[in-house]
């Protein structure tokens, strides 16, 4: 049975949007890091946009400048599969969203990764059962999800049946060693904790404006005035990006879920993705929620 101490190299396979937070946040609190991609030019973009998180570290004082330099040289960028699970201790996949991809990078690396190697995976909407056997290891294989690592560190540990126990405890003590907080799901279940709460959150929201119960603004000026929050429920739909939510709602069946996903796609069809583009139910950088007046009405 394996310790925290006993985790010294991180894989991450995946350089995009989630694997290079979760491959800067490893570095920069002591792990040697590899990440693996098929695409040479992901490792620039994922270097760009590391650049741009450590500045925020800084500005924040999180870090030094000593700090990150030192971190940094402990993290490399590779397309060699062979090479990256030499002396893997625990993978982090991130790959693209799909099931069948995922099944084929996790045979790969099954077969390449040594026998002390534990398996994570940080898929957002697949249960991790559905491609534990590819890993040829179920009983070492487990999700450990990531929301954005630095901003919202809060990361979900989601065992498939054939997990064992001991793989959650290292995982929790891995998480929190890289200032996550941990929670963590007693069995499988779609969305995990946060994402659950969410959909039903913005499915609400949703059916209150295509039912013609209630204006958008209306929607997002009550959960706002009574909660003292800084947005409401289309505020946050722009901040994830109507195109992302539509992805998710879309495949749900029920007079609900259709209304609302009909209404985003009314709007991805303009163009209007939400906050990322400039404009989604709100125009940027100044929507109308932010104004003194909004909440008054
Ligand atoms: N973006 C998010 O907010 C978010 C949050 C939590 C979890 N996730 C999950 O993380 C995973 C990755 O999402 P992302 O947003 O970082 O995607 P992304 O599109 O930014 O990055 C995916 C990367 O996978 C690489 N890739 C594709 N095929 C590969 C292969 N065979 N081997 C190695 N690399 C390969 C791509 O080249 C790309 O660089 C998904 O499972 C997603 O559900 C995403």
């Known amino acids: 049975m394996k310790q925290l101490k006993d985790i010294k190299n991180i894989l991450i396979l995946g350089s995009g949007t989630l694997g290079l937070r979760i491959a800067l946040a490893s570095v920069l609190n002591g792990y040697k890091v590899t990440i693996y991609d098929i695409r040479e030019e992901a490792f620039e973009q994922a270097k760009k946009i590391q650049d741009e998180l450590i500045k925020m570290l800084l500005k924040a004082g999180t870090i030094s400048h000593e700090d990150s330099k030192k971190a940094l040289q402990n993290q490399t960028f590779t397309t060699d599969a062979k090479l990256a699970a030499a002396d893997a201790d625990l993978v982090s996949e991130s790959v693209t969203e799909d099931l069948e991809l995922k099944k084929k990078v996790w045979a790969q690396f099954g077969e390449l990764c040594p026998k002390k190697t534990i398996f994570t995976t940080n898929t957002s909407s697949l249960l ?3 491609y534990a056997e590819a890993t040829g ?3 070492r294989f487990c999700a450990l999800h990531f929301h954005d690592v630095f901003y919202a560190n809060v990361v979900d ?3 498939n049946p ?3 126990s001991w793989i959650i405890d290292l995982l929790k003590a891995y998480g929190e060693s890289i200032q996550q907080t941990v929670v963590i799901m007693k ?3 779609p969305g995990y904790i946060f994402n659950a709460m969410l959909i039903s ?3 609400a929201a949703g059916a209150l404006v295509t039912f013609d119960v209630a204006s958008i603004e209306d929607v997002d000026r009550s959960w706002m005035g009574n909660f003292k929050m800084p947005m409401g429920p289309y505020g946050i739909l722009d901040e994830i990006g109507l195109d992302t939510a539509w992805h998710i709602i879309h495949v749900f069946e029920d007079e609900k879920s259709i209304r609302f996903s009909a209404l985003l796609k009314a709007y991805i069809d303009q163009g ?3 906050r990322k583009v400039g404009e ?3 125009k940027y950088p100044k929507p109308r929620f932010q104004d003194t007046d909004f909440i008054k009405g």
């Open 128 to 130: 991790p059962s559905l």
């Open 137 to 139: 290891r179920p009983e």
């Open 157 to 159: 540990i989601m065992p």
């Open 162 to 164: 054939q997990t064992e």
């Open 187 to 189: 069995r499988e279940s």
């Open 201 to 203: 959150f913005l499915g």
């Open 272 to 274: 209007k993705l939400g």
């Open 280 to 282: 989604g139910f709100y």
